[in-house]
């Protein structure tokens, strides 16, 4: 872990938020070739849900949560960990994180009774900061998606089985935030509920939990690194009827990548059944005929609340698994190491870095900006001017940030427009003719 939150900082990956006043814990900021990686990895997941399954559609929903949605989710009753304080020292901890039941700084065993303690932030809205005017900084995603699920059948042409996608950011005010960005206090979730029929949905579950495994995979990921965890009763969120995490081997230990939960009808439910209580109107009360607000009609037109299989990953957690597989270290000959991101292409922050092997030539740097525009074109993502007129030095950079194409720009260039081309991984040189470049490139670096 510290080998790789040290190249995190010198490479601009990840800095600590505010370091400049000492931090903010569990808060953590995305550099210039971190918020490249994310938005790779946002984007891979988009294309694999949203673009893929004409079944899918996308949602961005707000932040700040109407309290009556996490108050009828069942989040302000039961959405905590259970906290306790050491006598000795004064810490304070998550219980079920102990080790031995021992206090983790002072190793003392004299702590206060397990005590609730409600991880959503609550902010005031508006100008009277009042308890009448509040809102939560929501601490999954996912609730919208609720809420909005007459909003979205009303106005696409989706019918059962079908899902609803989103990215975004999540809050939770973690007793212990720790072990970089594993546990963080904001971050951001990747979160699909896919509604279908009751008695389906054990099935749909299954199926799930394989296209998921499949997707880190692609990732870099590899299956045989992930454990398939069935998270027992007593441990299930309040809303799962089954819960299978997917558990990774992160520096710290083994831990959850992403949580693939059956959530029954327990949310539509409950929001349909408080909303006809209380006897709220909105704008997704139309269907006189149903007798719960947040349905669907089958093919015979009967009404029922869909089940909802939930796989939920987040993305600071998938990003430090990616980095953990793609980070190593080789022995070069001359007892010389190199360091080098192994990352697959479709998600290195800066795919192709074009060097004039020459600093000084004026003739191959504008060779190489000419070519950089065309790359450009072709909207792989970023490609970079590398000109220190230090080959070797710009390869071992490359390297560390994980560059999979570096291309050499030489004296055989500037006569018949040839360059050199260095694989990342195997650290092999190939002179790549003009013509084929374009098509060589896309196929290295799409997935
Ligand atoms: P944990 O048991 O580790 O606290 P959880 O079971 O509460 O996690 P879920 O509610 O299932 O987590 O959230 C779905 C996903 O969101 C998790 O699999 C994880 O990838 C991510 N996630 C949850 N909490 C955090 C956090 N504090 N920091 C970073 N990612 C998180």
């Known amino acids: 872990m510290d080998e790789l939150v040290a190249l995190c900082k010198r490479r601009g990956f990840i800095f600590q938020s505010g370091d400049i006043y000492g931090g903010l814990q569990g808060v953590y900021d995305f550099g210039p070739l971190g918020v490249e990686l994310k ?21 961005d929903s707000s932040i700040l949560t109407n309290p009556l949605v996490l108050k009828y989710s069942g989040h302000e009753e039961t959405f905590s960990d259970p906290m306790v304080d050491c006598k000795e020292c004064k810490s304070r901890f998550r219980e079920d994180q102990l080790k031995n039941g021992k206090c983790d700084r002072c190793g003392s065993d004299n702590l206060t009774e397990p005590r609730p303690f ?13 308890e009448k005017n509040y809102a939560y900084l929501r601490p999954e ?9 007459k909003n979205i059948i009303d106005s696409t042409s989706q019918s059962l089985p079908f899902g609803i996608a989103q990215i975004g950011k999540a809050f939770r005010n973690e007793i212990t935030p720790r072990n ?79 949580g693939i939960a059956n959530r029954a009808d327990f949310d539509l439910g409950s929001h349909s059944k408080k909303q006809s209580e209380l006897n709220i109107k909105s704008s997704v009360s139309k269907n006189k005929d149903s007798n719960s607000k947040l349905a669907i009609q ?7 609340v869909p089940f909802v299989i939930e796989p939920s990953a987040g993305v600071e957690r998938g990003f430090l698994a990616i980095l953990n597989e793609a980070f190593t270290i080789e022995d070069l000959p001359e007892g010389k190491q190199r360091t080098v991101l192994k990352l697959k292409p479709h998600l290195s922050p800066i795919k192709i870095a074009v060097i004039p092997l020459k600093k000084n030539n004026e003739e191959m ?7 950089i525009k065309e790359l450009k074109e072709l909207r792989i993502g970023r490609v970079v001017l590398e000109n220190t007129g230090n080959i070797g030095k710009s390869y071992r950079k490359h390297d560390e940030i994980g560059t999979p194409i570096c291309m050499t720009i030489d004296f055989e260039t500037l006569n018949d427009g040839s360059v050199t081309i260095r694989d990342r991984d195997s650290m092999e040189q190939s002179r790549i003719d003009s013509s084929s ?10 997935l």
């Open 141 to 149: 995603t996912a609730q919208q998606i609720f809420t909005n699920f």
């Open 180 to 258: 970089f960005i594993f546990r963080v206090r904001e971050f951001e979730q990747m979160e699909l509920e896919y509604f279908v029929k009751p008695g389906d949905d054990e099935d749909a579950h299954d199926i799930w939990v394989q296209k998921r495994l499949d997707w880190w995979d692609q990732q870099g990921v590899p299956i045989d690194n992930v454990e398939l965890y069935n998270v027992p009763r007593e441990e299930l969120a309040h809303y799962s009827k089954k819960t299978i995490d997917l558990m990774y081997k992160f520096p710290h230990g083994n831990e959850e990548l992403e």
């Open 365 to 371: 740097v504008s060779h190489a900006n000419v070519l």
């Open 118 to 130: 409600n991880l959503m932030f609550k902010t005031s809205v508006g100008p009277i900061e009042d």
């Open 298 to 304: 089958d093919e015979g037109g009967d009404w029922m």
């Open 437 to 446: 470049l374009k098509e060589l490139i896309i196929h290295k670096i799409k």
């Open 39 to 59: 938005n790779n990895i946002k984007r891979s997941w988009w294309e694999a849900m949203v673009y893929d399954n004409d079944n899918i559609e996308g949602l």
